[in-house]
């Protein structure tokens, strides 16, 4: 069965620092592009970040670009997301996202996880 | 940026078919693939490539896109459709709809 487990949420002060994980099992890791989506609490989805197979292709929302970093470890089957210099409008739900194939450019997003809450507050 | 634009709700009788639309610049040019969401979870993908259905995806769910808009249409709507909606498009870079609420009254 496939699975996406995301980890590393939690209450934040703005300016600082958090370390999202996603551990991937039931498919072929690196054969796939990996995507960060997030929720603000009552709104829409918004994508955040996708990375190719190999790590080769990597993109970001401009919300995002210049403060958060994607990673994959293909060794590991697992997914990153390291969020800097974070601000009360990065107060979200964010899910890890399989891609359909490889690459970052189109394709959608056939599994999810369950999400892990990402609060920005003083 | 590329936008694409859904009504924040729809309304549907039980039985009867709902169609949800997503408009965006050529959108018929590009791939609309579809998502559900419903309370508490995470999104589930409906709808792929404008038109297919993956695996365990009802038969009553359909989707079409032509010129500026994509439709998802659920045909014989039950109870347990109630759920918000979310159209997917890319150009530079992925793009979702705003969402749709599927109310089924």
């Known amino acids: 069965e496939m699975q996406l487990v995301e980890s590393g949420g939690g209450l934040v002060q703005p300016g600082r620092s958090l370390r999202l994980s996603c551990a991937a099992s039931g498919f072929t890791f690196d054969d796939y592009a990996m995507h960060w989506v997030r929720q603000a609490p009552g709104k829409g989805l918004e994508w955040v970040s996708g990375?190719?197979?190999?790590?080769?292709?990597?993109d970001y929302a401009d919300s995002v670009e210049g403060r958060f970093t994607i990673s994959r470890d293909n060794a590991k089957n697992s997914l990153y997301l390291q969020m800097n210099s974070l601000r009360a409008e990065d107060t979200a739900f964010y899910y890890c996202?399989?891609?359909?194939?490889?690459?970052?450019?189109?394709?959608?997003?056939?599994?999810w996880g369950q999400g892990t809450l990402v609060t920005v507050s003083s | 940026s590329y936008d694409l634009t859904q009504p924040p709700s729809v309304s549907v009788s039980p039985g009867q078919t709902a169609s949800i639309p997503c408009s965006g610049d050529k959108l018929g040019d590009k791939d609309v693939c579809w998502y559900q969401q419903k309370p508490g979870q995470s999104p589930v993908l409906v709808i792929y490539?404008?038109?297919k259905r993956p695996s365990g995806i009802p038969e009553r769910f359909s989707g079409s896109n032509s010129g500026n808009i994509a439709t998802l249409t659920i045909s014989g709507t039950q109870a347990m459709d109630e759920a918000d909606y979310y159209c997917q498009a890319w150009d530079s870079s992925t793009v979702f709809g705003g969402g749709t609420k599927l109310t089924v009254l």
């Open positions: 990375i190719s197979w190999d790590g080769g292709n990597i």
């Open positions: 490539q404008d038109t």
């Open positions: 996202a399989k891609g359909d194939y490889g690459d970052t450019a189109g394709g959608s997003f056939d599994y």
